[in-house]
């Protein structure tokens, strides 16, 4: 079982102030890791406040993940409370609805930012020390739409296409290198994100028949995924793309 034993482990993991993130950053903590939550808003603090009172070991850095001039800034605070980093989960994710025709540029340009440039670029800040020291695991948030494209969302469905293939590149150049580099594609899950979808009762029903499971996932269903890719139990898994979605990819 020491194949799993993530005690004193060196984590980030962005957006962890909610959903999904949130829910894979107290998993690492629970595990033992030291984990900084990088989030844009007050309740990254918030969130870290309320798990170090559990006695975890929770730092927030609040930034702005979309703009590149930020993230060194955020990389060396986290550092700097750190003193290294083991575990990178690139889970910070935003989502903008329109038709294609009428798709704003601004808005394209947002959602690329935060959902794929943030995520190469913090990883090359990251890949750095995990090259010196030998080691390191960074996890990936892909999706459903890295397979099928999605009504009304061109900018997310590019950007989750091109997050699959980022992980398989990264893993191609790093895996020899002693850095596993892996990606999570949750399904149909019950967060803030996908309130529009859970408030339509006719789109709530059609995905809901789809999962085998019965149900929408939930930030809990991630953290079994995120604590086997960030331990040494997946040595030998790089550049894939593990489906947690009840089973909807099967339908």
Same mark, same amino acid.
């Given at each position: 079982?020491?194949?799993?034993?993530?005690?004193?482990?060196?984590?980030? $993991?962005?957006?962890?102030?909610?959903?999904? /993130?949130?829910?894979?950053?107290?998993?690492?903590?629970?595990?033992?890791?030291?984990?900084?939550? $990088?989030?844009?808003?007050?309740?990254?603090?918030?969130? =870290?406040? =309320?798990?170090? =009172?559990?006695?975890?070991?929770?730092?927030?850095?609040?930034?702005?993940?979309?703009?590149?001039?930020?993230?060194?800034?955020?990389?060396?605070?986290?550092?700097? &409370?750190?003193?290294?980093?083991?575990?990178?989960?690139?889970?910070?994710? $935003?989502? *903008?609805?329109?038709?294609?025709?009428?798709?704003?540029?601004?808005?394209?340009?947002?959602?690329?930012?935060?959902?794929?440039?943030?995520?190469?670029?913090?990883?090359?800040?990251? $890949?750095?020390?995990?090259?010196?020291?030998?080691?390191?695991?960074?996890?990936?948030?892909?999706?459903?739409?890295?397979?099928?494209? /999605?009504?009304?969302?061109?900018?997310?469905?590019?950007?989750?296409?091109?997050? %699959?293939?980022?992980?398989?590149?990264? %893993?191609?150049?790093?895996?020899? *290198?002693?850095?596993?580099?892996?990606?999570? %594609?949750?399904?149909?899950?019950?967060?803030?994100?996908?309130?529009?979808?859970?408030?339509?009762?006719?789109?709530?029903?059609?995905?809901?028949?789809?999962?085998?499971?019965?149900? &929408?996932?939930?930030?809990?269903?991630?953290?079994?995924?995120?604590?086997?890719?960030?331990?040494?139990?997946?040595?030998?898994?790089?550049?894939?793309?593990?489906?947690?979605?009840?089973?909807?990819?099967?339908?």
């Amino acid at each position: 079982m020491d194949l799993f034993d993530l005690k004193g482990q060196r984590a980030i $993991v962005t957006g962890a102030s909610r959903g999904l /993130g949130k829910g894979m950053a107290e998993g690492l903590l629970r595990a033992g890791c030291r984990v900084v939550l $990088v989030g844009s808003s007050e309740k990254t603090e918030e969130a =870290a406040a =309320a798990f170090r =009172a559990e006695g975890l070991d929770a730092y927030a850095v609040q930034g702005n993940l979309g703009d590149r001039g930020d993230l060194q800034d955020i990389f060396e605070k986290a550092m700097a &409370w750190l003193g290294g980093i083991d575990i990178l989960v690139n889970s910070a994710g $935003v989502q *903008r609805r329109h038709p294609p025709e009428e798709f704003p540029a601004e808005d394209w340009d947002w959602v690329i930012a935060v959902n794929l440039d943030a995520v190469f670029f913090l990883s090359q800040l990251c $890949v750095r020390p995990m090259l010196a020291q030998g080691h390191g695991k960074i996890i990936n948030i892909a999706s459903m739409c890295s397979w099928f494209g /999605g009504l009304t969302i061109p900018a997310y469905t590019a950007s989750k296409g091109a997050i %699959a293939q980022l992980t398989k590149s990264m %893993a191609s150049d790093l895996g020899g *290198r002693g850095i596993q580099v892996n990606a999570i %594609a949750p399904g149909y899950m019950a967060t803030d994100m996908n309130e529009r979808l859970l408030e339509n009762p006719e789109r709530l029903r059609q995905i809901s028949e789809r999962i085998p499971a019965g149900r &929408w996932g939930t930030p809990e269903d991630m953290i079994g995924p995120v604590l086997f890719l960030a331990s040494h139990a997946s040595d030998y898994l790089n550049g894939a793309v593990i489906p947690v979605d009840g089973g909807y990819l099967t339908r």
